[in-house]
């Protein structure tokens, strides 16, 4: 099944202090010292569970959107115009989640439908030669509420100057809040199916662990190939939710993109 829509969760978002992120580095030559935005853009499709914890999968765009450099005259500048990898970066962070209700699964049928979840928050990471360590926070609101976190370890390798190789451990965590909206069962619900699903009361705490890894490829100066593959176990009280147990804990997600960055003088 394709679904339509974007989903920010494939999304690819940075505004780094650097002058673009060790995803945006490449062999072309950097860029006039006049450019006020570095920016990168493109889209690809991802394959990803229809929900936490689902055995059934869909297909959603990709956007990449990447922010290198951003200059406004006379006010500040973030960033530099001359390429370099590694370092410190911080930028945005940005989530999206679908609904969910029973027409999603059958199994679900009795329990409170959830509406999309939009998560924003903070990415930061510091990258040496052959290593990366990165961590995501975001605040969720609308079909759950809460806090949200990612954070990684990552092997780096460019065993040509146009190739880059990412592949690293990640664990993400929840508060308790948003944990209930995914992953609970209210004594309600559990009546509403006829006591077929048990009610469940998580706590917040780690909501998974995994590997991922990605691949960057730049096929002609200023374009890139971009793939991306994660394994995660859902672990904790989200594999204790009976909503998983119609499921499975092991979620499984690859996408493919190809993007272009612009260097563009707007003032």
Avoid: C, H
Avoid at 71 to 96: D, K
Avoid at 104 to 125: C, I, M, N, W
Avoid at 192 to 201: C, E
Avoid at 216 to 239: C, M, Q
Wanted: proline residues 6%; without cysteine; hydrophobic residues 40%.
């Amino acid at each position: 099944m394709v679904k339509i829509g974007v989903s920010l969760a494939a999304a690819t978002v940075l505004l780094a202090t650097r002058a673009w992120s060790a995803d945006n580095s490449g062999v072309d030559q950097a860029p006039p010292t006049d450019v006020d935005v570095i920016i990168e853009l493109g889209l690809g499709g991802i394959i990803q569970p229809k929900y936490e914890g689902s055995e059934d999968y869909e297909v959603w765009p990709w956007p990449v959107i990447g922010f290198g450099y951003l200059a406004i005259p006379g006010l500040f500048a973030i960033g530099s115009p001359e390429a370099q990898v590694g370092g410190f970066a911080v930028g945005p962070s940005f989530n999206y989640t679908s609904d969910r209700d029973f027409n999603d699964d059958p199994d679900l049928f009795g329990l409170d439908e959830v509406d999309a979840t939009f998560e924003a928050g903070l990415r930061a990471s510091y990258e040496w030669t052959n290593a990366e360590v990165w961590g995501e926070a975001r605040y969720a609101f609308g079909g759950a509420d809460g806090v949200v976190g990612e954070f990684g370890l990552n092997a780096v390798a460019r065993p040509t100057p146009e190739l880059e190789l990412k592949l690293g451990p990640f664990a993400t965590a929840a508060s308790a809040d948003y944990m209930g909206s995914y992953f609970g069962v209210s004594a309600q619900e559990s009546a509403n199916t006829g006591f077929r699903v048990d009610a469940f009361d998580p706590e917040g705490g780690f909501k998974s662990v995994g590997i991922k890894g990605l691949a960057r490829y730049e096929f002609r100066p200023t374009w890139f190939l971009n793939a991306k593959a994660s394994y995660s176990k859902l672990v904790g009280d989200a594999a204790d939710s009976p909503i998983v147990k119609f499921g499975a804990e092991d979620q499984f997600s690859f996408g493919l993109s190809i993007s272009k960055r612009f260097s563009l003088d707007l003032f």
